[in-house]
């Protein structure tokens, strides 16, 4: 299961106003870490064009040591994506050493740190020492006193240790090196951080350029128990693949059936079928005739053209299934198109009356109209279904939401030995 680290909404040219929409713009939600296709995902969606650079905001913080809030002025939505994914890898240990240095730079700097600081403070937790034991100056001077750290104390005989002042040794200590009390909350204390080493500039180093993946599917595949190293190997498998191919990758976990597997998908080129990958090859065993089914699933995905992606998209949205489902939608392609980009039933609206009318008539009416109901009647007429992708129907003038029938005359061979038609 990903780690969440932060909830997102992403927006172009007008910021939102508590709704998915501003001004005509659209606003899309996107949970980070995202992966590649969820990031190009989520760009389409909020319509952006060349040269523009998606807005950003974070609504909620999952991740409990990011303590300082964060806006878009400090970096782009890559790099805070690039967070996210280092900030979801990080044990314990780590979480709170970060913690410790995004609250020392705020503590000497009175600002919220740039992007690319956070990147190097979350790459470079091992520049910050914390000590769990240690929650105020007392025990801090204590604890300084018994290792030997104040040099003019080292050689105190053991009767005098009694009758130090430690709180005001540690005190003295944590001013000379710049260390912080961390806190869980405004009343429990968690540690002692104090950073004894330079960062690393890892951030420099950053690939934060998004490209299309080498995958249409990306699964992670776990191989049977071994009792000899108490584990499982976990590979990660990208489809489409070859027989061949699979057939190496299933040697290289020390299998021979598939059966003997299990797996899960983590990318996918239309991200609303990543989390049903999971429940089709749990309901399927993970048997061979279901891998071969996700492959071909994925080389229709691959091989799906630029105007056919969004298309295949919105139908996912508007007709939710299971893999299954969307291995028979996808083969119906053809029967659908995009009309319109518009969002909502009061866009819809606009967009017909504007097409209709002069521009003058358009702006002299457009006040006097119920947008959204009229919206809505025209969604209904035409059979339509709005999605973040725009206007979706069918060709025949069919409802778009009525697929039931058509799912149901798709060859059930395809749907009992987990092959495609």
């Known amino acids: 299961m990903r780690r969440k680290i932060f909830d997102v909404s992403l927006w172009v040219n007008d910021p939102p106003e508590n709704s998915c929409c501003s001004h005509g713009r659209p606003c899309a939600s996107l949970v980070l870490p995202a992966t590649p296709y969820e990031l190009l995902d989520a760009l389409e969606k ?58 020392l ?22 520049s910050c020492r914390v000590m769990r034991e240690v929650r105020n100056d007392f025990e801090l001077g204590k604890y300084c006193v018994k290792n030997g750290l104040i040099p003019n104390l080292k050689e105190l005989p053991a009767e005098l240790l009694g009758v130090l002042n430690y709180e005001e ?40 350029t998004l490209r299309q993946p080498d995958y249409a599917i990306l699964l992670e595949v776990s191989g049977s128990w071994s009792e000899s190293k108490r ?76 105007a056919e992606l969004p298309v295949c998209k919105a139908l996912m949205e508007v007709c939710k299934g299971g893999m299954t489902d969307a291995g028979a939608l996808i083969d119906m392609l053809d029967e659908f198109h995009l009309t319109s980009q518009a969002d909502t039933p009061v866009e819809l609206a606009e967009e017909t009356l504007s097409a209709a009318l002069s521009e003058e008539q358009a702006a002299l009416l457009l006040p006097h109209v119920k947008l959204q109901e009229y919206g809505e009647d025209i969604l209904w007429q035409r059979g339509g279904a709005m999605t973040a992708y725009g206007l979706l129907e069918r060709k025949d003038g069919n409802p778009v939401l009525d697929q039931h029938a058509a799912i149901n005359q798709w060859p059930k061979t395809c749907l009992s030995m987990g092959g495609m038609a």
Not at 116 to 125: E, R, Y
Not at 274 to 286: H, P, R
């Open 46 to 103: 909020i319509r952006l064009g060349p040269g523009d650079a998606p807005h950003w905001h974070i609504g909620n913080y999952c991740f409990a040591s990011t303590v300082i809030a964060m806006s878009e002025e400090q970096g782009s939505i890559y790099e805070l994506n690039a967070l996210a994914q280092k900030l979801s890898v990080l044990d314990e240990r780590q979480t709170i050493a970060y913690q410790g240095l995004v609250e």
């Open 105 to 126: 730079d705020h503590a000497k700097n009175h600002r919220s740190a740039p992007l690319s600081l956070l990147i190097d403070m979350a790459c470079g937790t091992d």
């Open 169 to 208: 040794i540690g005190q003295q200590q944590r001013k000379a090196e710049g260390g912080i009390f961390l806190k869980k909350d405004s009343i429990t204390t968690i540690g002692y951080a104090v950073q004894n080493s330079g960062l690393a500039d890892a951030h420099k180093d950053l690939d934060l």
């Open 231 to 306: 584990s499982r190997k976990v590979m990660p498998l990208k489809l489409p693949a070859s027989q061949e191919a699979l057939d190496d990758f299933l040697a290289g976990l020390g299998d021979t059936d598939w059966k003997e597997t299990a797996w899960e998908g983590l990318d996918c080129r239309v991200p609303a079928l990543t989390d049903c990958i999971w429940n089709y090859a749990s309901e399927a065993s993970y048997c061979g005739e279901a891998i071969a089914f996700i492959n071909q699933m994925a080389e229709k995905l691959a091989y799906m053209s630029p």
